[in-house]
């Protein structure tokens, strides 16, 4: 089933944040640019909702990302990263994402996914199976291919450098030098 995006189209955007902040990390030693996502994600359709999955730590190092996030009109649902006895981390929001979908997925003509986590392709085809369009925006590199196969849409937001923001490294001069 492969609908034509137009501006009636009722969209929900689902950002697994740490998902592509990973990959964005990994594979280009950059940035997500969020605001380019969320922009490609509704294409000139009616956001109904976009919620960003984020991890808080002890520090709260994170909150002026979280800010920025909700600035984009981003509703960000949090969860503290565990810690485990020696030193193991744990943060998913594989099964918060899931539900939010489920539930939005009667007021919505398309769900888009921010993630590349083959663990999603069960809900796509839940979706799917219940008449809505289904597209994945995520660095392809380092997406499912059963996830990439699943979706109506696939966008590789690896393909263009305006999902990205280049973390620029500064050059100090050494002691020596000045």
Not at 45 to 64: D, Q, W
Not at 119 to 127: G, K, S, T, W
Not at 130 to 145: I, K, P, Q
Request: a positive charge; aromatic letters at 10%.
């Amino acid at each position: 089933m492969n609908l034509i995006k137009h501006k009636d189209q009722r969209v929900a955007v689902f950002i697994d944040a740490q998902n592509l902040y990973h990959s964005a990390r990994s594979l280009f030693s950059a940035r997500v640019n969020f605001k380019e996502v969320l922009k490609t994600a509704i294409a000139g359709r009616r956001l109904i909702r976009a919620f960003g999955y984020v991890i808080s730590t002890k520090t709260g190092e994170e909150k002026p990302f979280f800010e920025a996030l909700v600035g984009l009109g981003i509703e960000t649902r949090a969860k503290e990263l565990q810690e485990f006895f020696g030193g193991a981390k744990k943060a998913d929001w594989d099964v918060g994402l899931t539900i939010d979908a489920v539930r939005t997925a009667e007021i919505v003509d398309t769900a888009v996914i921010c993630s590349g986590d083959g663990d999603f392709v069960p809900l796509v085809e839940y979706l799917k199976n219940n008449g809505r369009r289904v597209e994945v925006l995520a660095f392809g590199r380092s997406t499912s291919m059963k996830l990439k196969e699943a979706v109506d849409e696939f966008i590789d937001l690896g393909a263009d450098d305006k999902y990205l923001l280049r973390v620029r490294k500064q050059n100090y001069a050494r002691k020596e030098d000045i």
